[in-house]
């Protein structure tokens, strides 16, 4: 954990996805001072008309970014994260801002298990660097 997932509509080669994962780690693990080993990303070309959300009354094609991520971030240091990543999905696959959702579940420590790197994710505080 933290699990990220990108659902599109399109379909991207895997250098693009590659970069798009690289910079999406580095925004994340920077932001929310994590581990970068921790991070795992899934981009899931769900193909044309694979994501759709209301607008005006019609439904029109979008993106939406699922982020797992621990418990007790601030709901600002959540917005600056979600800026971010939109930016870095906008930048790289060239996606509409107005047609991106994020959304955050949030877990405590020992619902994440990560056997590489010890076990259960340690707890996080706002004091941790």
Known sequence: MPYLQLGVNH???????KALTRQMATTYASLMSVDIRRISIAIRELGQGGVWRMVGGEPVAVAVLMCDIRKGRTPELRMEVAKALCADCIAILGLREDRLNVEFTQHSGDEMYHPTLGG???????NEA
């Open 11 to 17: 379909r991207y080669p895997a250098d693009l996805k």
């Open 120 to 126: 259960f994710s340690p707890e996080w505080s706002e």
